[in-house]
């Protein structure tokens, strides 16, 4: 069952929404060479306290920590540690969530630690996050869920890898809805799949996490033993990019992003729809 919010509801998803922005400001100032991926945990916590918000990623299915830390080869779910040194030229993805009121934010993007990062990692994270904003764009009143992995895909495969080859488009990992619950149905796969059919209807109401993950190498994915974290089988590095977005009657909400999204899709000919809170 898809769960379908109200005008208001949406209000209070963009209040966590723009926690969760705050959480990205801070953690990407903090991402640098000498930190550890604990430090950027701490960070996050001293965000949600100052806002008065809870985390849900904390003790999410025994998850022990405030954010996930993927760095160069992990794709999600990193844990944060005090064993885990950012080094210049790393890339890491800050995958973190807030609850408000019970409303849940969901968003993750990609930094570059230091400098002097190759051509190609800088070009597998734009390409992973224009991807995304292709996919927001595509949550239409009428769409279906799978015009927006069709969306992803097809910006993906139409970029010219560095190199040569093809992007891995992470095939076990996706977006998902989002609302009482940080998780909840449709799964939204960032390919398209035969198998899967057209999915529902997108209406307004109808909130998604939107997440591309791709590699500079293979699809495919293994868990590591801490049963959290995610690698790349061949391991090639990758990028992870998220925003929550909600759709309204007057078009896409993104709630995880300071200005709604509404800049971004500007470039794209979308009007992002009006921010609730002003």
């Known amino acids: 069952m898809v769960q379908i919010k109200t005008p208001e509801q949406i209000a209070k998803m963009r209040e966590a929404g723009l926690v969760v922005a705050a959480i990205h400001a801070a953690t990407r100032e903090a991402a640098v060479p000498g930190a550890t991926t604990k430090d950027l945990d701490e960070v996050a916590r001293k965000v949600l306290a100052e806002h008065g918000a809870k985390s849900n990623f904390l003790g999410y299915g025994g998850f022990p920590a405030t954010i996930c830390t993927s760095v160069n080869e992990v794709v999600v779910h990193g844990i944060p540690s005090d064993e885990v040194v950012l080094n210049d030229g790393d890339v890491i993805s800050i995958d973190c969530g807030a609850v408000v009121d019970g409303w849940h934010g969901d968003a993750a993007y990609t930094a570059f630690v230091g400098s002097g990062h190759a051509p ?4 597998l994270s734009r390409v992973t996050e224009e991807s995304m904003w292709h996919g927001i ?8 869920l799978v015009d927006i992995s069709r969306a992803i895909e097809t910006y993906i495969r139409r970029q010219p890898k560095p ?10 990992y996706g977006g998902h809805g989002i609302g009482t619950e940080m998780h909840m149905d449709p799964h939204l796969l960032n390919y398209v799949s035969r198998k899967r ?6 209406v307004p109401g109808f909130c998604l996490a939107i997440e591309p993950m791709v590699s500079l190498g293979t699809p495919l994915t293994e868990v590591l033993e801490d049963e959290w974290t995610v690698i790349t089988t061949d391991g090639t ?26 800049a971004k899709l500007a470039e794209l000919g979308i009007t992002a729809a009006p921010d609730p809170l002003g």
């Open 120 to 123: 190609e990692l800088i070009e």
């Open 137 to 144: 764009a595509a949550m239409r009143n009428g769409n279906r």
């Open 163 to 172: 190199g040569g080859g093809k992007y891995g488009i992470i095939e076990e």
């Open 197 to 202: 059919g057209k999915g529902p209807k997108l």
């Open 237 to 262: 590095w990758s990028s992870h990019w998220e925003h929550s977005v909600a759709l309204t009657e007057q078009g896409p909400l993104v709630l995880t992003a300071p200005d709604g999204g509404k």
